[in-house]
């Protein structure tokens, strides 16, 4: 038996300084994940991959209201894993909760969540130079490189899946 690397399609959002699109990109090589922004999203494209991963810079408490918007075009998810990640001035998840409702209600099994501080150069903060100059790091890069390889060895993906045949059977 060969197992197959899922197909994987990455939509991200990272409109402040990029911080994001840094995890993005270094969970996308791991993965070798296609990497999308939303406006080239489209339910067709995603029906083509086996893992969907959905990333934003934290706005107002929330993941960006593109990464909403796309989630809310999906068809029901028949269970189909999919990963969060983001990036904030704590970095920390609770902001995905919203959007993790979202796609549990259509049946997306959510298979990791990552999260690390970023960047922020904006309004009063940025009168005083920013916060977390130097974030992410490559410390923190190296984590999402940890997380991205566990959602390979993830279960979902060590057993043969009827609809997306990831092993190949000889
Ligand atoms: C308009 C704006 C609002 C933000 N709101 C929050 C927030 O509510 N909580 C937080 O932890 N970080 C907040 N941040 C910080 C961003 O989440 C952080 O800078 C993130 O790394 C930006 O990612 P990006 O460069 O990929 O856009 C905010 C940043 C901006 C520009």
Excluded at 58 to 77: A, C, F, H, N, T
Excluded at 82 to 88: A, G, Y
Aim: proline residues 6%; aromatic residues 8%.
């Amino acid at each position: 038996m060969i197992k197959k690397e899922p197909r994987t399609l990455i939509v991200c959002v990272s409109r402040h300084l990029g911080n994001t699109l840094k995890v993005a990109n270094t969970i996308a090589s791991v993965l070798k994940a296609d990497l999308i922004s939303p406006a080239d999203f489209s339910p067709e494209l995603a029906a083509a991959y086996d893992l969907l991963g959905f990333g934003s810079g934290v706005y107002r408490q929330q993941l960006d209201p593109k990464i909403k918007e796309v989630i809310s075009l999906l068809p029901d998810g028949d269970s189909k894993p999919v990963f969060l990640f983001s990036t904030s001035v704590f970095g920390v998840k609770e902001p995905h909760q919203e959007i993790k409702n979202l796609l549990v209600r259509t049946h997306y099994s959510i298979i990791g969540e990552f999260s690390c501080p970023g960047k922020i150069s904006y309004g009063f903060v940025k009168t005083f130079g920013g916060l977390n100059p130097t974030r992410p790091n490559a410390s923190d890069l190296d984590e999402a490189v940890f997380f991205a390889k566990g959602l390979l060895n993830n279960s979902v993906f060590s057993k043969t899946n009827k609809n997306n045949n990831l092993l190949d059977k000889n």
